[in-house]
């Protein structure tokens, strides 16, 4: 007997919650194993003690490898999920781990901003004057709705409840509805489990007994009929992923091959619609415009490099390095420091070696990655950099004269170049340079002269991410080839990447988009 089962058979009979509650898990489990993520053990008191229960900091210090398990569905009940905390790494290791999780890191960052969750609203704020005539807050200017996995006890929002849902699969939703000339939908946000009122916490056990398995189907592609591509990109950012010359190299070479390209700066997010593809040449992150537009982009049926999925996967070290730990891929020796578990810095040291370099997960350029001599430096380092993160990445310092990047383009290595480290410096950029930063140089070379190891296990590392333009940076020391990261806007500089494949190289990816466009105006996959 499983101890849900085992804890159904003591309860009292009277126990709503507990029961329905423990109905569900016993289902679900047929069909595989379920895990409830809660942020403090207190925050599960009012139900049934079970082993699928997990504290937050339980989940994110397993140790993952071998197989990966599909069957696991995991609810992250975390009493928040902002940036780089808690919640937010619960769901990004979820998903690391091969595990369905709700909600996903897409869901989570889709409703920090109003901007990438009000596209979906639009239409559902047609139906709500009618579905509203009957609430008893009717009369107010407003109020909040509770939704639980897309539930409602008012009946007559209960299709726009499950809309919503299907939007954003989250276990708690707040729903803000205001009135003004009519009804709208004022905001969107996350709700806590231990915040629920003891009749709410009947209306969750309910809708957690009944949460079936979903598949979220990305948004419906509109039809294009012409090819116009939009690159976005910052004219003023000091290390961009495509200089001014390959920027105008595209221009050149799309006019050849039959596609107009526009050159986008952030005050254009608006036009976007006008275009039937976008590029991203500018420094992505989830945090700030680049996520947005690849976001909004999608929304609008469009081909999008970096896609919103690629860049949630690439700009985070932590979910990199579960990956690839549960795929068995080779890497540094790496392991997760939590910042409520400070007892851990000196066994870290001791484990790893000094030197070991620290790195803050979201960090770019060779920006938030810091080099450590002994156990005071790593005190100092790591009490700064968890200032901005509760997770960071301890790792083995290994210097290599360069490091290997290899471009992938649809499962296919495009290019290898040879990125040497600055001089006299460790790293390949050298952010504190007296004056400006210092880069080292770069050998590009066809990819057939790169070494057989460190193409495969790049390939390897890349389609483990999606099918769209990465750059996966690898390490030769000796007979072994280690990943250090994807990336997933690559640079594409003129002089550079371009060395050896020349008007080729841009070819190659204008060429994807093409075929991407012309699968998608005949109904197929990309």
């Not at 009946?155 to 299907?166: H, K």
């Not at 010359?245 to 596609?259: C, D, M, P, Q, T």
């Not at 526009?262 to 991203?280: F, G, M």
């Amino acid at each position: 007997m499983s101890s849900v089962q085992a804890s159904l058979s003591s309860i009292p009979p009277d126990s709503i919650q507990a029961v329905g509650l423990a109905q569900g898990l016993l289902q679900r489990r047929n069909g595989g194993q379920v895990l409830i993520i809660v942020e403090r053990k207190e925050d599960w008191s009012s139900y049934i003690p079970s082993e699928e229960m997990l504290t937050a900091r339980e989940y994110l210090e397993q140790s993952r490898g071998g197989e990966l398990d599909k069957k696991v569905q995991v609810i992250n009940l975390c009493r928040h999920y902002k940036y780089l905390g808690h919640g937010y790494y619960c769901s990004l290791l979820a998903e690391a781990r091969g595990h369905k999780v709700i909600p996903s890191v897409r869901t989570i960052s889709e409703l920090a901003r109003k901007s990438l969750y009000g596209l979906a609203l639009d239409d559902l704020e047609k139906s709500l004057e009618v579905a509203l005539a009957q609430h008893p807050c009717a009369n107010t200017e407003g109020f909040t709705l509770s939704l639980y996995f897309g539930r409602t006890d008012f009946e007559p929002l209960q299709e726009i409840a499950r809309q919503l849902f299907e939007a954003f699969p989250c276990p708690i939703l707040l729903v803000d509805f205001r009135k003004g000339e009519t009804w709208r939908i004022a905001g969107l946000r996350t709700g806590s489990l231990h915040k629920l009122r003891e009749d709410q916490e009947d209306l969750f056990a309910s809708a957690l007994d009944g949460f079936n398995r979903k598949v979220w189907r990305l948004p419906r592609s509109r039809q294009v009929a012409r090819y116009d591509l939009a690159i976005l990109h910052n004219p003023d950012e000091p290390l961009p992923p495509s200089n001014a010359r390959a920027l105008e190299n595209f221009v050149r070479v799309g006019k050849r091959l039959g596609i107009e390209v526009d050159l986008i700066e952030k005050k254009d997010y608006s036009r976007l619609a006008e275009y039937d593809a976008l590029l991203i040449r500018e420094t992505t992150s989830v945090d700030d415009h680049t996520y947005r537009f690849a976001k909004k982009a999608e929304s609008e049926g469009l081909i999008v490099m970096d896609d919103p999925a690629s860049i949630l996967r690439c700009t985070n070290k932590v979910f990199l390095t579960d990956l690839l730990r549960s795929h068995g891929l080779s890497m540094p020796a790496t392991e997760i420091l939590y910042r409520d578990n400070p007892q851990e810095l000196e066994k870290v040291g001791e484990r790893l070696g000094f030197p070991l370099v620290l790195k803050i997960p979201d960090g770019c350029f060779s920006r938030g990655v810091i080099k450590v001599e002994n156990l005071q430096q790593l005190r100092e380092a790591s009490a700064g950099l968890f200032e901005h993160s509760v997770l960071l990445l301890a790792q083995e310092f290994l210097f290599t004269e360069y490091d290997w990047r290899i471009g992938i383009l649809n499962r296919r290595p495009i290019f290898a170049c040879q990125y040497f480290m600055s001089k006299g410096h460790w790293q390949i950029v050298n952010h504190k340079a007296q004056g400006a930063e210092v880069i080292g140089e770069c050998r590009t070379l066809p990819v057939e002269r790169a070494p057989k190891a460190v193409v495969e296990l790049a390939l390897k590392t890349a389609n483990l991410i999606g099918d769209g333009l990465y750059g996966v940076d690898l390490k030769e020391i000796g007979d072994s080839v280690k990943v250090i990261e994807v990336n997933d806007n690559p640079n594409l500089d003129a002089g550079i990447e371009d060395a050896h494949l020349q008007d080729t190289l841009y070819s190659l990816v204008l060429e994807d988009f093409v075929r991407r466009l012309e699968q998608k105006r005949r109904g197929g996959a990309h």
